[in-house]
């Protein structure tokens, strides 16, 4: 197995689907970032068979609901002097604010500059969420 | 209180504030005179970016009814709104004028973006096919007087449940009572949206195809018309528009305290040979809408 060393101070974001730790590596920027940073791919895990997992030498502010929104099963590990302080699991957020954007045709939102449409979930199985404005599903 | 609140949605009454403007509307109903000046000096904004002659009518003689006076326009080509406004814009500056405005627009949920900006109390008077709660109120008030009650009732909603606004405002708002029954019959290309039947428990709905069915078992036969205006393509509308029709021949087959409820206008679906029938409430329905809208009006404007 690769080693790759134990991080003294900040975060690691485990039990990502396999596949997906590139996806969100990527969205949270982590390609551009100057400190340290790891994506390990396919590591063996008993609950999932296999998992991807990113870990950050850094304190860096998360967006929880997009993360969550990305995938809710992710847990985040804060890590302060080589030790786990404090697990988040994450969920799939009740309400999004200027993520998601309303696909129906008919909705305000496409003719104003709304920027900051809410959605409230209202199916979690299926990640689906509806616009403040028109009430239309939007799968996340 | 509703003074200085907004109605966007009909769930933004409680079915208390609700049941406050019903009986307002009775006394109103009751002693119109008593009621003529309790608006005076107070102005309507009715801005309808919409064409609309019952609704912006019916606000319009509320409001003239009361005292009061009105401004607005009822399209917006001859607004500022042709000069490429923001509807933000155009609340916070009509804010400045009126006491009270009305806003029917194409769009689904401009009155609630216009809500979220304006400084004096504002109503959806229908934005695209989404919600009309005013509408709505005009509707159960019907219903109320009618049929004595709010629940226990089998309710058939016939025709456009897809864009039709005035019945995904009147399914919200009626299945906050007691034992009511939704019967939805369309066509399968306009289906009640699922957004609606999502928030009901299967013991509460059922839909079908037929209105001769299900003329039986219905209370209440809420009629609407398929309109044109909501569709892309005119092949579809025409397609669909003659799908349901009413007359005096099919209401055979309905109970005889049947009400027959439209929000008018209506075009083929209701036959003319039907208008003398007692249990045909939609013209009367029409005068419930201004005495609600009243009643609406010095609520949120808070006159007495």
Redesign the interface.
């Known amino acids: 197995m690769i080693k790759i060393d134990s991080i003294k101070k900040g975060i690691v974001i485990d039990h990502i689907k396999p596949g997906c730790g590139h996806t969100i590596f990527k969205d949270l920027g982590l390609h551009k970032v100057g400190y340290t940073v790891a994506l390990i791919k396919n590591i063996p895990s008993i609950k999932m068979g296999k998992k991807d997992l990113i870990k950050i030498e850094n304190e860096i502010d998360l967006d929880m609901t997009m993360l969550g929104l990305l995938d809710p099963n992710l847990t985040v590990n804060i890590v302060e002097n080589g030790k786990i302080t404090e697990k988040i699991k994450l969920k799939l957020p009740e309400k999004i604010k200027g993520i998601l954007k309303c696909k129906?045709p008919?909705?305000?939102?496409?003719?104003?500059?709304?920027t900051d449409i809410e959605f409230t979930l209202?199916?979690p199985e299926n990640k689906i969420y509806?616009?403040?404005?028109?009430?239309?599903?939007v799968k996340a | 209180m509703l003074k200085d609140r907004h109605l966007i949605q009909p769930g933004d009454f409680t079915v208390g504030e609700i049941q406050g403007l019903f009986e307002l509307a009775d006394q109103i109903m009751e002693s119109p005179e008593k009621y003529m000046d309790v608006c005076r000096g107070k102005l309507l904004a009715t801005l309808f970016y919409e064409p609309s002659t019952r609704t912006r009518f019916s606000f319009e003689a509320a409001m003239l009814r009361l005292g009061g006076e009105t401004i607005g326009f009822s399209e917006p080509g001859s607004s500022s709104v042709s000069k490429g406004e923001?509807?933000?814009d155009t609340i916070r500056t009509i804010g400045c004028y009126a006491d009270i405005a009305v806003m029917r627009?194409?769009?689904?949920?401009?009155p609630?973006?216009a809500s979220k900006k304006s400084v004096i109390p504002l109503i959806n008077a229908g934005?695209?096919?989404?919600q009309h709660p005013t509408q709505t109120l005009t509707d159960l008030m019907t219903i109320r007087r009618y049929k004595n009650r709010l629940d226990n009732l089998v309710i058939g909603l016939c025709g456009d449940l897809k864009f039709g606004r005035t019945v995904h405002s009147l399914v919200k708002a009626l299945s906050r009572y007691e034992n009511i029954k939704f019967v939805f019959i369309s066509p399968n290309e306009l289906e009640i949206p699922?957004?609606i039947t999502?928030k009901l428990t299967s013991e509460q709905y059922e839909t079908t195809r037929s209105l001769e069915g299900s003329l039986g078992k219905l209370d209440i036969l809420y009629m609407t018309r398929v309109q044109r205006e909501r569709f892309f393509s005119e092949e579809e509308y025409l397609k669909l528009k003659d799908y349901f029709l009413l007359n005096a021949k099919k209401m055979e087959k309905a109970k005889s305290d049947m009400i027959v409820m439209h929000p008018l206008p209506r075009i083929n679906e209701i036959s003319t040979d039907m208008d003398n029938d007692d249990r045909a409430v939609y013209f009367e329905q029409a005068k419930m809408g201004m005495y609600i809208r009243m009643a609406l009006i010095m609520k949120l404007l808070g006159v007495e």
């Open positions: 129906n008919r909705c305000v939102s496409t003719i104003e500059n709304i209202i199916d509806t616009c403040e404005y028109c009430d239309t599903p | 923001s509807i933000g627009h194409p769009k689904e949920g401009a609630l973006l934005d695209g096919g989404h699922s957004y999502d």
